[in-house]
């Protein structure tokens, strides 16, 4: 979900993690002439608090937007929802009190709206990202989160290299996620993304793994940094037993000696959840960008439409697009007003609402973050349109798929309590 280099004073959890400096996103509402605006004004927030609960039930989300650049002929595609049950604390794995563990070389970063805990674990809501030079995470207490790490040695990229490998592991125990905290290795270290699998047949263990189905749960891209998530307090996203976890990643080494990077997360549990995190999510299936010429490269732009529930309070909205894109944008309609709200892509302005440096391209897409009480509130009515606009260089067709190198996806996720039924198409 998206990173940077200090924390937003007024940012709530967001989809993607950057690696830019954020600052307080001005929320305005739109001139439609009538009724209530589904968003506050700005303002700043007060230090959430952190993580720490256990609990069962799934959910997930990818995400991904497209800005106004490029492409012809518009499309719409398949559909994807996402999100369910509302209450509840919870019960398997104890029931911890405070968020999480310091990280080695990675004191977090301050702000005017929150802390570190005792442990060195941010309680801010929202990204906080600790300074440059980290070389490692620690693993949060047993009773604050868990930690999922690659082997050290399990990669190597040799100079000039890219790949895209994977790493799986399985939950033990039923969770239910407050936060997330990552890092990974300076060097070749390009991003990695953490899918929720499900809890059908096996997607392999360790290094001997493939994607299957999934849903977004988290991304970074910044290297050599501790970056810690929370969402708002009393919000948990579950995850049941047996839950499948993906850890995708992209490596790429411009050096001159083979590296071994390496990627490590912690899961942070939630605390007195009251809310569960429900996730709106598009997939468009109708990607496919036609072959370039000799004169011209292939465009297309694809788009669609997405609902979620009356009186659900999102808290980021983002993107995800692979290297073909040149644009991803999200907007939001309401009474009549259409309002850009997270922009990926070059832009003469990026959206108020979106986080400050977020959105420059395909890896680094732009984050739309609302804080209490200005949480981005559906109103009956309301919708969200998601747009991605694509050109293809190459002598092949670009499809829809889920290598980064050759395929492309159109995706739009954002987080939302309480959960419900969202829907994309």
Known sequence: MIESTERKSSVLAGSAVLTLALGVAGCSAPADGGGSAPWGTAGSSGGGSGSTNAGTA?????????????????????????????????????????????????????????????????????????????????????????????????????????????????????????????????????????????????????????????????????????????????????????????INMHFINPGSSPSSPQVKINLLYAKNVMYQAGTLVSFNTSINVPAGSATAPGTQTVSGTCTAPVGANFFSMSTHTHKHATAAWVEYVHGGQTTEIVHTGTTAMYPADQEPGSGTDWEHPGVGLWVSPNYLTVQSGDSFKYHCAYSNTSSMNVMVGETAASNEMCMAVGYYFPAGMASCN
């Open 58 to 246: 799934s959910s997930g989300s990818s995400g991904a937007s497209t800005s106004r650049s490029g492409g012809s002929g518009s499309s719409s595609g398949s559909s994807s929802s996402s999100g369910a049950g509302s209450t509840g604390s919870s019960s398997s794995g104890g029931n911890p009190t405070s968020s999480g563990s310091s990280s080695s070389g990675a004191a977090s970063s301050s702000s005017s709206s929150g802390g570190a805990s005792a442990n060195g674990i941010p309680t801010a809501q929202g990204f906080t990202t600790g300074p440059p030079g980290a070389t490692d995470l620690a693993a949060p207490p047993t009773d604050i989160g868990i930690q999922f790490a690659t082997p050290p040695g399990a990669f190597t990229v040799s100079p000039g290299q890219e790949i895209f490998p994977n790493y799986c592991v399985t939950l033990a125990n039923g969770i239910q996620v407050g936060g997330f905290q990552s890092w990974m290795t300076v060097g070749s270290s390009h991003h990695f993304i953490l899918y929720n699998g499900g809890t059908g047949s096996s997607t392999g263990t360790g290094t001997q793994c493939t994607m299957g189905g999934f849903a977004w749960l988290y991304a970074t891209s910044t290297p050599g940094q501790v970056v810690t998530e929370n969402f708002p307090p009393n919000v948990g996203l579950s995850l049941p037993a047996s839950t499948h976890l993906i």
